[in-house]
């Protein structure tokens, strides 16, 4: 393993005013997106769905740093032949690959899930490195509330979860891989935000714990969290400022100096919510973190797009100024200094 090369690919992810495009919804997901806007969810319309994404030039070029694929993406041309993955690399942007094979629901542990896919994983890995994926991804699921008549998280589930992600980001690093380890605790139920900051913490304890272990140097890993926040059923929603004070207090007592970076997921947060959230952990609190904080945004960079193209070939442009001002936007908040006037000036 080559830690230099792998830490030089992570820093590259998190640079200054970029951040990462999730694209890599499974078929049951992409579906379901595709639903919403009625379009068939055939290998043709995802195909030209995510080539109006990847050809948006200027979000490509100065706010997208990588792009998560799925696998029938990484293989998947442009219409004129051209391989996706090499619109992205011409764009100055990094491939990368999900490569769990998602969450199961857990034996003995009801209402938890645990991620699969550890099974043929260094070979696959070979493969999407032939094929140019420099980082990967894999994705835990946490959720907060009762599973049966149990209070969730357990520490059985959490442990399963987080052994699994280290296993997983060792054979990345063996492949000249760089993982993204995403622990993802869920927005879902009715607890408060003091809930999620301690289920939140208490998760990436047991991470960074797994990954020592597991011999997984850390400067050449990406950490992808939720951001610390009130569930979506709770009475009692935070405001962005305390959002991004307990976000930051959070990470500072759990996530090692030596991880280059942390990029959010959005979880379910609207658009502009996700934006002002990231905006406000930079603007206020840069001095304070020792890792860049940025985006890897699905929902709410892709929402706006997705429902501008709404399937139809004459709608492309719109979709692709829709995109790039969601990009732009979050370019600025990476940096801390987007503001709600220039979210209005689009
Ligand atoms: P969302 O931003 O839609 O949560 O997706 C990010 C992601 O990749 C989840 O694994």
């Known amino acids: 393993m080559n830690l230099d090369a792998l830490n030089k690919i992570a820093t590259a992810m998190v640079a200054p005013g970029k951040g ?48 998560i694929l799925y696998d029938e993406t990484i293989r998947q041309n442009a219409k004129d032949g051209t ?45 999407y490195y032939k094929l140019g994926a420099r980082f990967a991804k894999w994705r835990a699921v946490i959720d907060i ?7 969730i998280p357990t520490y059985g ?10 296993r997983y980001a060792a054979l990345c690093q063996e492949a000249s891989i760089v993982p993204i380890v995403e622990p993802e605790v869920l927005m879902d139920g009715d607890h408060d935000i003091d809930r999620c900051f301690e289920v939140t913490e208490l998760t990436l304890g047991l991470l960074y714990e797994e990954l020592y272990f597991a011999r997984v140097p850390l400067e050449g890993t990406i950490l992808k969290p939720n951001m610390v926040i009130a569930g979506k059923k709770s009475a009692k929603q935070a405001s962005t400022a305390e959002i991004a004070e307990k976000t930051v ?34 603007a206020g609190y840069r001095k304070i973190m020792p890792w860049a904080l940025s985006f890897s945004y699905g ?20 979709g692709q100024r829709a995109f ?23």
């Open 83 to 127: 391989p996706l993955v090499r619109l992205i690399v011409e764009a100055g942007s990094i491939p990368g690959i999900k490569v769990d094979a998602g969450a199961k629901a857990m034996a003995a542990f009801p209402g938890e899930q645990v991620t699969e896919g550890l099974d043929g994983l260094r070979e696959r890995l070979a493969e």
């Open 145 to 151: 509330g009762l599973g049966g008549d149990r209070a």
């Open 249 to 282: 207090k959070c990470f500072r007592r759990a996530v090692p100096a030596a991880v280059p970076g942390i990029v959010f997921l959005s979880g379910g947060q609207s658009d502009e919510e996700a934006t002002e959230n990231l905006n406000a952990m930079n």
């Open 299 to 318: 929902r709410a960079l892709q929402a706006a797009p997705l429902k501008a193209w709404s399937g139809k070939a004459e709608n492309v442009a719109a």
């Open 157 to 166: 589930c959490l442990r399963a979860n987080m052994h699994a992600l280290a």
């Open 324 to 346: 790039l001002h969601r990009a732009k936007m979050n370019g600025l908040a990476q940096l801390g200094t987007w503001s709600a006037a220039l979210e209005k000036a689009a």
């Open 20 to 67: 990462i495009l999730a694209a890599d919804e499974s078929s049951g997901t992409i579906k379901k997106r595709f639903d919403q806007i009625k379009v068939d969810s055939t290998a043709d319309n995802r195909r030209d769905y995510r080539e109006m994404l990847f050809r948006t030039k200027e979000a490509m070029e100065k706010c997208i740093s990588g792009v």
